[in-house]
């Protein structure tokens, strides 16, 4: 189960979701029980009935920054920059016309040092430095550079959705975003939230389930491609997140009464686990988390898992797979292939407990 191989599947490309369903709710919600590996085929709106009134439901309150820029450079050649650390204040000075951030570049030739990249409405970048194939860059801007960008910048998404880039992207703009972002800084959507609607998250308070959110700025890490043949020689790059007190009080006191924590998203089960001392309480704060999860690792907070479907040979599948099972997690994504649901970022839902 440490094979690279061992996450592959076979998924037809017309099955990658390339928009999202007409209702956030209105994705399909696979139902997998752990116990006896049961599969049920549902509705994301069905989540209310199948939570318990005792259930604490974390979701990632991240916002998704438009952080993706396409300029020139001064030989004329194109270059497309994507913004990595919007959420930190590394960046931020005094100026608020000027930033330094950690960025990719995709380019013809690789930018070295005091390269300048010139974007609409007067904003520049150069770049300082480049190491493990990140990017220093400072911007400079003829105004706040917060509001330019959200003007100018568009939305990261996947690479395998396909856009036209000369379109304005206000659709994804909207649903490549949860109804509860709050703090700004990820790259990419926790998407197992974009399903929910504020009509549900009521229902299934009122059912008594108690909501809420940690922070984690979804970050080249959670992408990176695992390029070893032996999983447990994967390094996760690092993500910041954050864990308020209430937060954790809620959570630690659910363990203590032996209540179900319900984590929606990998994000979260992620922030959970990192934060989760070796007394099984949860340490409120902020850090930056590298855990990796893979089969044989030992989960100490999270009971259940809200997800979407994650592509072959990714850290995401090998997450799960730690959570339910290889050969289950991969039996039921052959079921989820045969059922025509839909994949990845715009697709539909899993529900493991």
């Known amino acids: 189960m440490y094979t690279l191989d ?8 017309a099955l990658i ?11 399909r919600l696979l139902h997998l029980d752990r116990d006896n590996g049961a599969l049920s085929h549902r509705h994301f709106h069905d989540l209310v009935t199948l939570l318990h009134p005792s259930d604490v439901l974390v979701v990632n309150n991240t916002r998704v920054v438009p952080g993706r820029l396409h300029g020139r450079k001064a030989t004329g050649g194109k270059a497309e920059l994507l913004i990595l650390d919007y959420g930190e204040t590394d960046g931020r000075g005094r100026d608020d016309c000027k930033r330094v951030y950690r960025c990719l570049i995709k380019a013809s030739k690789q930018a070295g040092a005091g390269t300048r990249i010139y974007f609409d409405d007067g904003l520049v970048a150069e770049v300082q430095e480049f190491s493990d194939g990140i990017y220093s860059v400072a911007f400079s801007a003829p105004e706040p550079f917060d509001g330019l960008l959200h003007r100018i910048g568009r939305m990261p998404l996947p690479p395998y959705i396909k856009r036209d880039e000369t379109q304005p992207d206000e659709a994804d703009r909207m649903r490549y975003q949860t109804v509860y972002a709050r703090e700004q800084g990820a790259i990419a959507a926790p998407t197992a939230g974009l399903h929910f609607t504020d009509a549900v998250l009521s229902q299934i308070s009122q059912k008594g389930v108690t909501v809420t959110a940690v922070t984690l700025h979804v970050g080249y890490g959670t992408f990176v491609p695992v390029r070893v043949d032996d999983i447990r020689d994967h390094r996760m790059h690092d993500e910041w997140f954050s864990i308020s007190k209430e937060t954790a009080r809620i959570v630690s006191r659910a ?11 990998t994000t979260s089960v992620r922030t959970l686990e ?3 001392g070796a ?10 988390c590298d ?3 893979y089969p044989g690792y030992t989960f100490k907070t999270v009971d259940a898992i809200i997800t979407n479907f994650h592509l072959p040979r990714s850290t995401l599948l090998m997450l799960v797979s730690a ?3 290889r050969e289950t997690m991969l039996q039921a994504y052959a079921a989820a292939v045969k059922e025509k649901y839909r994949f990845f970022s715009y697709g539909d839902a899993m529900l493991i407990d």
Not at 17 to 27: C, E, K, L, N, V
Not at 279 to 288: E, N
């Open 17 to 27: 979701a390339q928009t999202p369903a007409t209702d956030r709710d209105g994705s």
């Open 274 to 276: 990192y934060a989760t």
């Open 279 to 288: 007394d099984g309480v949860i340490q409120p704060g902020r850090g930056r």
């Open 323 to 325: 959570f339910a099972g």
């Open 255 to 265: 363990k203590a009464e032996g209540r179900r924590v319900v984590a929606v998203g």
């Open 6 to 13: 061992d996450y592959d599947y076979h998924l037809p490309e």
């Open 291 to 293: 855990l990796f999860i």
